[in-house]
Structures are given as structure tokens and as C-alpha cells.
């Protein structure tokens, strides 16, 4: 009789991150708050951490080369304090440089897989939109399930204020909790234009009426239309007739053609512009009111600047970061005899993370050191010409140019700055997507962006410049660009088309 019971054997290959790893791994995607944060936290835990008042080494000379982090030679168990009779013959100078069982791990590169979505540190931030809307929701004296049902609704806001359908399909996915969930459902319906609001539920009218009552007026809206109307019936004496055209003839307001709502409202062209104009005090992006954005005082890592020859080079900032060292009063109880072997064995823990500590911070401003090197070499047009002069670069550029995994490359440049003759500069805006022209050079992104953004600033109100418009000004101006490119930059910077542009007189 098979009871369906076996055993079976199997090789796989995986990867497996050392704590001392994963903690250099977390060091370098902090940015320079956050270390000085996490600093202060092992100061207070660990007795053998100490920290020097950090020197003002702002100028530090970059003759010398970068230093480059290495492994650890020799078996890992070389100094496992931990073993008994050691404590008197330890070589201190030989285990500072070698540090702490399994060191190798930290020198290695950080690329591979990325084990840090738990591991991020939360940045210091302002509320986002989905809490200023539930602090809202705290004030409303709601039933529970009218309440759970606004929460999910909060749940559904994008970016940009408007409501959108779950990711996935929670009507036909069997193991979702929300498809279980009936007013979740009937929301879903609603959402994805199954079921009008008007016919859904008393609970689920009443909590998209909730959440579209909430500040900034139109959020929580699931089209323009309704945003707009949103904000129209919540303006003392807003205009009747402005209020009519977005109820009834929205298509042909979207378009323009005046005279057909003149016509169908039996009003005159003159009017209608009129309405229209009173329109323009209504915003079509109400997320933007809200601040989404975490917001932090940006320190720099480090400064680009011109030597005595003219050269640009990379000067690290130190004075921000404290200096650490190991405090040698408790390392001293290693040596001594009448020491309990409980206080050894504390001392053996504290040591091991006070070296682990040191040497990732360490790692990390290296790697940042030799990364921003790589890309002054890689944009040295953008330090020596101007912001205009940025070129295409991605990821992979840097990484190849280093020896370094994309993915590391990454988390030294997220949250980091520097201090360019230009301002003060985020990594990762050094790299962008480009364009290819017919002689196969390439344009950055940021210029083309920049351009359209003037080009937009500078057009005639009344006769806004289409997309292909814009296309046909930058090829003037030396950049060959889609028409299809250009809409896709223009929504970047969150411009409307030419219709929506247009000004009224």
C-alpha cells in the first residue's frame, strides 16, 4: 500500500548573504541622515564602539588612489575567539586587520540577488497621500464598514489623485481576501466600469461620496470629468453654465467645439468661452496638492572641484560621519585571567559587531568614492560645459566601468549627492535614457526634456504648439525626436496637449 511518503534527495545551487553582508548591503543604500542615524543606535548598544568628534577633512586631497575593498585571505576560523586558551596570545594588531570570523563576505561585490526590501530603512519623510487622507477619515463619524470601505478606496489613489482598479483582478481571483469581501467587489465593479455608482450600494455611494468630500477639492475622482465637477459643485457661485457644459458635454469641451455646446445649450459662442474660461481655475491633477514626496535635508557625500591644474576630482565629505574606533578598556578584559568566561564571551559578541560596523561603513564610502570617480570620468562634458551637456548613461555604464554589479552601483547612487559648480546634484540623476540620431550619436533625455519645457513656457497661448509641432522645433534646434516621443516627454512633465492649452480670450 503506497502511503504517498518518500524521501528524496537533490542538489541546488543558491546564494546565501552573511549577516556581515547583509549589513554592508543596508550601509550603503542609506544615505548620509540615515547613517548618522543608525551610527548613533550602535553607539548605544555596543560598549566597545566609540566615536572621535569628525574632522573637517572637506578638502581632502584625491591624489591618491582609490581604495579599493578587499577579501580577507585565509580560513575563516583563523581567529575564533570563541576557543578556549586564546585569550592571552592573541595577535591584536594581525585580528584588527583581519577583524571578525567570516570576513571575506562584506569585500565581496554586492551584487546578486537584492535582499534588501526588508532591510530598506524608512527615509524620513513628510505624510504621504494615503495618510493626510486617512487623518482626514479620523475626523468623519462613520459606521465601520463604510469606513473600511473609504480606507480601501484610500488604498486605490494614484499619484496623481485619481482612483484606479486594482492591480490585479480581485473579481475573478478566488484566493483574494477582498474578492470575499462584497463591498470590496461592488467597489471593483465600479472601478473597472461594470457597475454604475448610481446603482451600487447604499454603503459604497455613501463612501466614494466620503472620500471625494475630502481636501484637496477633486481628489478621489475616477475621471477628469468628475474631478472637475468635483471642485465645481464645491465653489460658492461657481458658474451654471460651466457646470452644465462638464455634465452634459464633456466630449465636446474636451475638443473645443464651442459652437456645438452653444448650439445644444441655446447659448451664444461668447458664453460658452466665458464658461470655459471660468474652468481654468480648476486642477486636473488634485494628488499634486498633496505632498507624496518624502521629504529630508540633503547632506552631501562629497563635492566635484578644479585642482591647481584645472583637472575636476572628487573631494569626500567627512566631517558629517564620525570617526569610530574600538574602545580598548573593555577589549583589554580579553587578556585578563580573572576575567568570568561570560564577560569573554560578551566582549568576543561586542568586538565582532564593532568590527563589522567599522569596516561596512568603510565599504560604503568607498564604493560611493569610486562610483561618483566612474561618472565625473563618464560626464565630465556635464562638469566642465553645463547641465545642457549631460549625456545618455545608464546602470550598466558604471557598472562595467568599476567591476560592480548594476544593482550596487544602484544603491550608491540612490539617496546620494553631490556638490557640482551647478548645485547639488542626486547620483542618479547622472544617468538617463537617450535617443539615437541618424548619425548615431545620442541625446540625453534631460536635455530634450529641458527644451520641451521652454519651448512650452515660451508658445503663443492662443496657438499652442502641438506635439508634432514640438518634434518639428527640436529638429530645428539639432534634435531629431518622434512625434510619439514627444507626447511621451510631454506627459513626463505632466504638460497638457495643445487642446487643453489653448487659451481663451
Given amino acids: 500500500m503506497d502511503l504517498g511518503i518518500q524521501l528524496k534527495q537533490g542538489m541546488k545551487l543558491e546564494q546565501n548573504l552573511s549577516p556581515q553582508m547583509l549589513q554592508s548591503i543596508k550601509m550603503l543604500q542609506m544615505n548620509t541622515i540615515e547613517l548618522q542615524t543608525a551610527i548613533s543606535q550602535e553607539l548605544e548598544v555596543n560598549p566597545l564602539l566609540e566615536a572621535d568628534e569628525p574632522a573637517d577633512s572637506r578638502m581632502e586631497s584625491l591624489d591618491e588612489p582609490v581604495r579599493e575593498s578587499s577579501g580577507v585571505d585565509g580560513d575563516d576560523n583563523s581567529y575564533d575567539l570563541m576557543e578556549p586558551g586564546t585569550e592571552n596570545s592573541i595577535d591584536w594588531e594581525q585580528y584588527m586587520e583581519d577583524g571578525f570570523r567570516n570576513a571575506e563576505a562584506p569585500y565581496k561585490d554586492l551584487g546578486g540577488k537584492d535582499p534588501d526590501e526588508d532591510l530598506r530603512p524608512e527615509p524620513t519623510r513628510g505624510l504621504s497621500m494615503q495618510e493626510v487622507l486617512k487623518n482626514q477619515l479620523r475626523e468623519w463619524k462613520r459606521p465601520p464598514q463604510i469606513v473600511k470601505i473609504v480606507e480601501y478606496l484610500i488604498g486605490c489613489i494614484g499619484d496623481n489623485g485619481f482612483l484606479a482598479p486594482a492591480e490585479k483582478d480581485l473579481l475573478t481571483d478566488e484566493n483574494s481576501e477582498e474578492q470575499s469581501d462584497p463591498d470590496i467587489a461592488e467597489v471593483e465593479e465600479v472601478l473597472q466600469n461594470k457597475k454604475k455608482l ?24 475616477r475621471d477628469l470629468r468628475e474631478c472637475f465637477l468635483i471642485q465645481a459643485y464645491r465653489i460658492p457661485d461657481f458658474s451654471p453654465l460651466a457646470i452644465q457644459i462638464l455634465e452634459k458635454h464633456f466630449d465636446a469641451l474636451r475638443e473645443l467645439r464651442y459652437a456645438t455646446i452653444a448650439k445644444a445649450l441655446n447659448v451664444s459662442t461668447e458664453e460658452v468661452q466665458k464658461a470655459v474660461h471660468d474652468l481654468s481655475v480648476l486642477s486636473p491633477h488634485p494628488g499634486t496638492q498633496i505632498n507624496n514626496v518624502p521629504t529630508q535635508a540633503i547632506v552631501p557625500d562629497m563635492e566635484v572641484v578644479k585642482d591647481g591644474k584645472g583637472n575636476f576630482k572628487v573631494v569626500m565629505y567627512h566631517e558629517y560621519i564620525p570617526h569610530l574606533h574600538i574602545n580598548e578598556t573593555y577589549r583589554q578584559i580579553l587578556q585578563q585571567p580573572n576575567a568570568s568566561k561570560k564577560d569573554k564571551e560578551y566582549v568576543r559578541e561586542k568586538l565582532n559587531a564593532a568590527n563589522t560596523f567599522i569596516k561596512s561603513i568603510d565599504n560604503r564610502h568607498s564604493t560611493i568614492e569610486l562610483v561618483m570617480n566612474a561618472i565625473l570620468e563618464k560626464q565630465h562634458d556635464f562638469f566642465a560645459k553645463g547641465p545642457e551637456n549631460l549625456k545618455p548613461m545608464i546602470l550598466q555604464d558604471i557598472a562595467d566601468k568599476i567591476n560592480r554589479d548594476p544593482s550596487t552601483v544602484n544603491r550608491a547612487t540612490n539617496g546620494k549627492y553631490v556638490d557640482t559648480p551647478y548645485g547639488i546634484y542626486e547620483l542618479k540623476q547622472f544617468f538617463s535614457s537617450g535617443v539615437t540620431q541618424s548619425d548615431g550619436t545620442s541625446i540625453g533625455s534631460a536635455k530634450i526634456l529641458d527644451t520641451i519645457k521652454d519651448l512650452v513656457a515660451n508658445e503663443d497661448r492662443s496657438a499652442p504648439l502641438s506635439d508634432q509641432a514640438i518634434a518639428d522645433a527640436l529638429e530645428n534646434q539639432g534634435m531629431k525626436v518622434a512625434r510619439r516621443t514627444v507626447a511621451k516627454y510631454r506627459e513626463e512633465l505632466k504638460i497638457l496637449p495643445a487642446r487643453l492649452r489653448k487659451a481663451v480670450k
Avoid: C, M, R
Fill in 198 to 221: 448610481e446603482d451600487a450600494s447604499y454603503p459604497v455611494q455613501e463612501a466614494f461620496h466620503v472620500l471625494q468630500s475630502f481636501t484637496p477639492p477633486g481628489i478621489g475622482a
